[in-house]
């Protein structure tokens, strides 16, 4: 009987390391299942995941092989390496506004064992959502939010993360612009879906600014969120072909699909620890 | 025996302007064979494509009246129309610089019957595509280009225009920023191709703008030229995924083919009077 | 005020049946505001929808008035026509097995306005989703069926249409072969999404025959419910990239996407009568 | 200053290969680029692509060093591998009949740097391509065939294939169906561009098949060539949305497109070894 682990890694780029982790693990009798590399030329650095089977219960003994790894290797000062095991699936505190696609594509998924992740909350600045969350039975909260309340309302959503224990955020068409404290907080596990086809179109209405514009093709983007609004790593994106005909509610309209699937990858690949930081981009290895 | 002709019109939003429409094609014995129409609800503007068959020589005969059915609808302020003979293909004047893959592929489609242009010259800053363009048997013009010489040089390709009798003129990747006034010249008969999925990475180095954005999806643009850089209206865009392994010189290789198909759609389109413009937006009538 | 409607037409391919159609709409003060046509040069017909706004109410009127239309043209013995009014929407009964993506994604879609049908029921041979529909207050009717009783369940399937007062039925994944005659009772009005793409991986279990070819795209067919399986007039398909590393489970949970979409887009065409029947082929004219 | 270098191996799948391929390759101080893996969990076999750095004139080292790796993981039955130099571009045979697009396509890559062959030669049934061929100053060979003198211009063909030393043979819209003996002679060295979505229409005429069964998309499928007609392992696909408004010709004017690029990434692809053959399926690696 054997449990499946995912091993994310990055350090300064140079010979061996490929067959040092792979030598470990297999040292360890843990069989590779999936593995995929990168090194960033600019960044001269090198990033791995590893998806491998090996004995319940390994994850510390491998914790500690591999701290011992970079010394090792010569990457002391360098080596980051995180390891998951793919039985816990991470938690998810869901924020919403009033449109609920979203939300509604990924309660689905979730319940049909399509997206890997447990949604333990949902939280809104508005009453709208709470049938369908409660329908799926996940607890919802209505917070509402002005101006002057923000800094309150933010640190209730704080607290509800702290509460939950939420290990990701994501914000399913939560339409607040968070403040820089709050997104420094979640860094790296707060997944938002901007409705254009960033950089086009940043900021409010980008369905209205693309009509505008005329485009022939619209997008939606999945990044990480950064104080720098819309600017964060992307994670995903998707397009669908539009004419003149499309009034700003239809471009919406066919947006919503693209919407849905642009987050459900992106947050079944963080789920998947298929993600990894590398400065303002991100490395993804899909299947 | 008969021929096949075009009508683009545009008017004022009214009732009866279909049926006034089709009734004097039905009354000069022409058949529709293709009809397509838009009313823009901002602009209160009502666009038509009809394609039909009639008598061959009809054409002037009907330009008669149509010119009588403006104030026959009471729209005698506002109604635009021109009729094109089909079998009178657009003659187009192709600027290049170094690279040749747009040009390469226009080439192509138009000795295989697929773009419904005659390419009569090709002009350049660079002498370098001048074996291919021979190679097709057409005239190929090296008119070199600095700060200094640009107004003789624009001079020299407006020369170049009027001597071939150019109807329109194509950006095959030509890497010059052109003047205000050649744009006005030129305006709505000279389509540019810009490697990027506009109104994304406007200017200069576009794959180079996206490898750093980190962007999971490049694309590509064609666009009516007007003095506001990269502002023009765009009439076709083509995507494509790409990942974090590509460099941007990966991008251009794969945005290539990007550029090749959105220029030859734009192309095609306009000479097939399909592209109709609306403010600073086009209606596109593809099949 | 107005209302808006919907005229499908289609007859014999001569001159002059725009300017008869579209001169009796103006007669009758109706405004086009959508006009698609299509002469089919194997068959000689010619097919036309328009969508137009007039006064409401006069759908009788104008009936009468196109029913005359055909003698005047000479093609009495051809013509047919339909004129909906886009305020009624169609009424569907929805049949479903186990599986719901496509059936929680029409729920949805509904809800939000975003597809002009009025689900009356959803009936299944199985129980398992009679709480996602219940959810939405709609009626469930689970009819279990066996080889035996199939003809008996057929029956109470064209029961509950005809109780229902259904203008068409939707299989969303209703995994049973319906029988000749329930075929022929709902020709026309019965949407079936076939999980593969059509004609590759007709019959059982599409996701695993692609597997078996090493098939890099896999696909989803929404079509029109013939006697001759998955041969029926096809409405729209949609596609996906896929790669050796997909297994059969794989496959079907990103075909899932695909079905949800593919269905979505021929229930909405076919509820805002965008779809026209040529032969064994179907006339679409999305926007 | 180093080399780069390819290594594709297959094996039964069992744990400990990565770290003893990617050792090895670390003891011969090569650095890893690229690389991919992929265990087959019906055939229970591994294959794995390596792309990696080494200095100049290692490879037959490397290949002494693999050649014992089998037995020391006691896969000594199984284990296959190849080792290539990247600075080695596969000599390519291409074959036409009367359809230049997409040896025009290719001819223009390999010129620009994009497709890492060389085009030793073309050979044709018909002349129709002779100029085109050699505007690129590459020999053209014409061996026209009838049913009669088809064994003697396979032989001819063979013979090319010896005179040139060409590693694979591209069937660039060639029309003929070649023999089971020359399919066995090229196994897995020569690549057909079929123009259908395969496993749908197989066989002649596939754009008027697709047309009378009235599909929404068509495709394009580069595959290796066996004795079975159509039914090669698939190497890649491509596909493009139409409509009831296109003639079988309008498909082909579409297909075309398609075809070039399905056939220059499967071209690409075999030449830098990113092909592995299992059963008759193929595992691409692509970036």
Same mark, same amino acid.
């Given at each position: 009987? $054997?449990?499946?682990?995912?091993?994310?890694? !990055?350090?300064?780029? &140079?010979? %061996?390391?490929?067959?040092?982790?792979?030598?470990?693990?297999?040292?360890?009798?843990?069989?590779?299942?999936? !593995?995929?590399?990168? %090194?960033?030329?600019?960044?001269? /650095? *090198?990033?791995? &995941?590893?998806?491998?089977?090996? /004995?319940? %219960?390994? =994850?510390?003994? @491998?914790?500690?092989?591999?701290?011992?790894?970079?010394?090792?290797?010569?990457?002391?000062?360098?080596?980051? *390496?995180?390891? *998951?095991?793919?039985?816990?699936?991470?938690?998810?505190?869901?924020?919403? $506004?009033?449109?609920? #696609?979203? @939300?509604?594509?990924? +309660?689905?998924?979730?319940? $049909?064992? @399509? +997206?890997?992740?447990?949604?333990?909350?949902?939280?809104?600045? #508005?009453?709208?959502?709470?049938? +369908?969350?409660?329908?799926?039975?996940?607890?919802?909260?209505?917070?509402?939010?002005?101006?002057?309340?923000?800094?309150?309302?933010?640190?209730?959503?704080?607290?509800?993360?702290?509460?939950? /224990?939420?290990?990701?955020?994501?914000?399913?068409?939560?339409?607040?612009?968070? !403040?820089?404290?709050?997104?420094?907080?979640?860094?790296?596990?707060?997944?938002?879906?901007h409705h254009s086809f960033l950089p086009s179109f940043k900021g409010a209405k980008p369905y209205h600014q693309a009509y505008s514009r005329?485009v022939?093709?619209i997008g939606a983007t999945?990044?990480?969120?950064?104080?720098? @609004?819309d600017?964060?790593?992307? =994670?995903?994106?998707?397009?669908?072909?539009?004419?003149?005909? #499309? !009034?700003p509610?239809?471009l919406a309209?066919?947006g &919503?699909?693209?919407e849905?699937?642009?987050?459900?990858?992106?947050?079944?690949?963080?789920?998947?620890? /298929?993600?990894?930081?590398?400065? #303002?981009?991100? =490395?993804?290895?899909? &299947?």
């Amino acid at each position: 009987m $054997s449990a499946e682990y995912v091993l994310t890694l !990055s350090c300064p780029d &140079r010979p %061996g390391v490929v067959a040092a982790v792979s030598g470990l693990l297999a040292r360890h009798d843990c069989n590779i299942i999936e !593995s995929q590399q990168f %090194g960033d030329p600019v960044a001269q /650095r *090198f990033f791995m &995941r590893i998806q491998f089977a090996g /004995r319940p %219960g390994i =994850i510390d003994e @491998l914790r500690t092989a591999f701290a011992a790894l970079g010394p090792e290797l010569g990457t002391e000062f360098g080596m980051e *390496f995180e390891i *998951f095991d793919l039985a816990v699936k991470p938690r998810a505190l869901v924020l919403v $506004s009033k449109l609920g #696609h979203c @939300l509604n594509d990924m +309660l689905y998924r979730v319940r $049909s064992g @399509l +997206l890997p992740i447990e949604i333990v909350a949902v939280a809104s600045n #508005h009453p709208d959502l709470r049938p +369908l969350t409660q329908s799926y039975g996940i607890d919802y909260h209505h917070l509402p939010v002005t101006a002057e309340t923000k800094p309150r309302q933010e640190a209730e959503l704080l607290t509800l993360v702290g509460h939950y /224990r939420a290990d990701m955020v994501v914000l399913a068409r939560y339409m607040q612009v968070l !403040s820089e404290d709050m997104c420094a907080k979640l860094a790296g596990r707060m997944i938002n879906i901007h409705h254009s086809f960033l950089p086009s179109f940043k900021g409010a209405k980008p369905y209205h600014q693309a009509y505008s514009r005329g485009v022939k093709l619209i997008g939606a983007t999945a990044h990480y969120v950064t104080p720098d @609004l819309d600017e964060g790593p992307i =994670i995903e994106q998707e397009v669908a072909r539009v004419n003149h005909t #499309h !009034s700003p509610e239809d471009l919406a309209a066919i947006g &919503r699909d693209l919407e849905c699937q642009a987050l459900a990858r992106a947050v079944r690949w963080h789920a998947e620890h /298929r993600v990894l930081l590398d400065g #303002h981009k991100t =490395i993804t290895f899909p &299947r």
